[in-house]
């Protein structure tokens, strides 16, 4: 692990519900990414889900970290492509990139179930497969395509054009383009199957607190298999660039008896198998709470961690922003550099 940050589910009150309120979630998420990024930390990702309170168009936040951080990557865990227009999303992704200068690592997947039926087709989309996922999979292709610079539209005749910069009949790409946005795309993947076909298609591989596939092995050895057959098919695709791999985790310090207060009742002994719908079983991560020396000693037993360049730590936002930030704090001062971690300020340029 030579990068760490912070993933967020951002579930704020609705309805009469005690905590946060959406507006005081969006300023935790861009003061959380503020501390974050003088703390050192490499990454400030954000769920997307729609239908529910929890943060559904990432583009406007993501937008404000990149422009008031100076190292921090802002990305997704990830985006629906199932809801999404894929030009459109090239624009925002691009001009996103350009903002943040490269500091981009976003998300995109099927999606994870729902509370909406088939919530994709309210907002004008429609899929043959019950869980949209071949709709997924076409609006990511053309989102691809699209990142890539092919010609996405027709030039119309001189005569319709206004202003006149095309030659008739020919290929128009959208704009901005971001030649290397390719290289910050990560698809999210909860199976081996997945992971292979992410290798494929070139781009980064993303692996959550859980997967869709059980066995008797833990999740770490679960997930390993997976990035090393990602990393397998990465080969014989014949990519020219190293792509990376990122795994979430629950994870909390505990360096004093607030932390023991707060969390000491959060750690599970093991991972769980559980149902999902549309997914069926799946393996659910343990969460990690303890003191900094038994919790080294604990991720580095984790095979996943160990064989992932990227680890973020799902954070607590409804907490308020002093408990993760100092969540934060802990990890990386007492945590992180024991895993190999190199602080944004270190990074090689």
């Known amino acids: 692990m030579k990068a760490f940050g912070f993933l967020s589910f951002g579930h704020y009150a609705f309805g009469g519900q005690r905590g946060p309120s959406a507006e005081d979630m ?40 990149a422009g008031s951080t100076k190292h921090i990557e802002v990305g997704t865990g990830v985006i629906d492509m199932r809801y999404e227009n894929p030009l459109y ?36 989309y429609s899929s043959e497969a019950p869980n949209g996922a071949d709709l997924a999979r076409a609006n990511f292709e053309k989102f691809m395509a699209a990142i890539d610079g092919y010609g996405m539209a027709t030039a119309a005749p001189l005569e319709n054009q206004y202003p006149n910069m095309y030659q008739p009949g020919s290929q128009l790409p959208v704009f901005p383009h971001s030649p ?4 910050n795309i990560f698809w999210g993947s909860g199976t081996h199957h997945t992971a292979e076909q992410a290798a494929k298609d070139g781009v980064n591989l993303m692996s959550s607190t859980l997967v869709s596939e059980t066995s008797a092995e833990t999740l770490g050895e679960i ?30 310090p505990i360096v ?24 069926g079983a799946s393996t659910f991560g343990r969460t990690y709470a303890a003191e ?8 580095k037993a984790d095979p996943a961690i160990m064989a992932a360049d990227t680890l973020l730590i799902t954070v607590p936002t409804t907490m308020g922003l002093d408990v993760n930030v100092r969540i934060l704090e802990s990890f990386a001062k007492h945590v992180a550099p024991e895993l190999g971690w190199i602080p944004n300020d270190q990074r090689p340029k």
Do not use: C, Y
Request: charged fraction near 25%.
């Open 26 to 65: 969006a300023k935790i998420h861009l003061d959380l990414a503020q501390a974050a990024d003088e703390i050192g930390v490499n990454n400030a990702s954000f769920r997307v889900h729609h239908f529910v309170p929890q943060a559904s168009a990432p583009m406007p936040l993501l937008g404000a970290v």
């Open 180 to 183: 290397e946005l390719r290289k």
């Open 89 to 124: 999303l090239a624009e925002e992704a691009a001009s996103l990139n350009q903002i943040a200068r490269g500091r981009v690592a976003l998300g995109v997947s099927r999606g994870a179930p729902e509370v909406a039926d088939r919530g994709w087709e309210s907002f004008g």
């Open 292 to 299: 900094p020396d038994k919790l080294i000693e604990q991720l």
């Open 223 to 252: 997930q390993v298999d997976q990035i090393n057959r990602f990393r397998a098919a990465w080969k014989e695709a014949g990519h020219d660039w190293t792509p990376r791999v990122s795994v979430s985790r629950s994870i909390f």
């Open 256 to 279: 004093d008896g607030a932390d023991m207060q707060r969390f000491g009742m959060q750690a599970t002994g093991h991972d769980q198998v559980g149902f999902l719908p549309e997914v």
